[in-house]
Antibody
Framework: EVQLVESGGGSVQPGGSLRLSCAAS????????MHWVRQAPGKGPVWVSR????????SYADSVKGRFTISRDNAKNTLYLQMNSLRAEDTAVYYC????????????WGQGTMVTVSS | DIQMTQSPSSLSASVGDRVTITCRAS??????LNWYQQKPGKAPKLLIY???SLQSGVPSRFSGSGSGTDFTLTISSLQPEDFATYHC?????????FGGGTKVEIK
């Protein structure tokens, strides 16, 4: 079964850090671009970051640029998001998502992990 | 960033109704427009990619159309399991953006 499972969410104070992980299974992880998408409570999804198949290219939403770092370990079939200098507005459910092989859409999503930034 | 505007933001419909949701982009996105369905507490699910291509496993009552800046998602005969929130998303620009969502509720 094709699956993505996020972990690492939790509660953190403003200015703190968290590292999210996304474990992939059921497909050849190294063949796919991967993304992080977040969704604040009651709001629509917002794209956060993407990474190329081999990790050689990354991009970020302006709202997280310079604070978040996306990475991947293809040997471990795992995607990461290092989040530093967290702000209250980063509070959201964070999803990892797979880009389709032949089209630029998110065809597989994880179940999400909640990140709460509050003092 | 390209702004995506969905209308209506919510609608009430009955089982069997034909439902149409509109998504408008602030600039052309060609046909790089995707539609997702989301139920409470769940991740979005891909329905339509590239404006009109039906994702594998998605019922044929869902269809998409449009190009440039104006797009529609149509549900030909609403089923009980279709009550959910629908999001459009453009993949034309490097910075991907979603619409605000359309909540489809039971009348």
């Amino acid at each position: 079964e094709v699956q993505l499972v996020e972990s690492g969410g939790g509660s953190v104070q403003p200015g703190g850090s968290l590292r999210l992980s996304c474990a992939a299974s059921g497909f050849t992880f190294s063949n796919y671009w991967m993304h992080w998408v977040r969704q604040a409570p009651g709001k629509g999804p917002v794209w956060v970051s993407r990474i190329k198949t081999d990790g050689s290219s990354t991009s970020y939403a302006d709202s997280v640029k310079g604070r978040f770092t996306i990475s991947r370990d293809n040997a471990k079939n795992t995607l990461y998001l290092q989040m530093n200098s967290l702000r209250a507005e980063d509070t959201a459910v964070y999803y990892c998502a797979r880009r389709g092989a032949a089209y630029d859409a998110f065809d597989i999503w994880g179940q999400g992990t909640m990140v709460t930034v509050s003092s | 960033d390209i702004q995506m505007t969905q209308s209506p933001s919510s609608l009430s419909a009955s089982v069997g109704d034909r439902v149409t949701i509109t998504c408008r982009a602030s600039q052309t996105v060609s046909r790089f427009l995707n539609w997702y369905q989301q139920k409470p507490g769940k991740a979005p699910k891909l329905l339509i990619y590239d404006a009109s291509s039906l994702q594998s496993g998605v019922p044929s009552r869902f269809s998409g159309s449009g190009s440039g800046t104006d797009f529609t998602l149509t549900i030909s005969s609403l089923q009980p399991e279709d009550f959910a929130t629908y999001h459009c998303q453009q993949s034309y620009s490097i910075s991907l953006t979603f619409g605000g969502g359309t909540k489809v509720e039971i009348k």
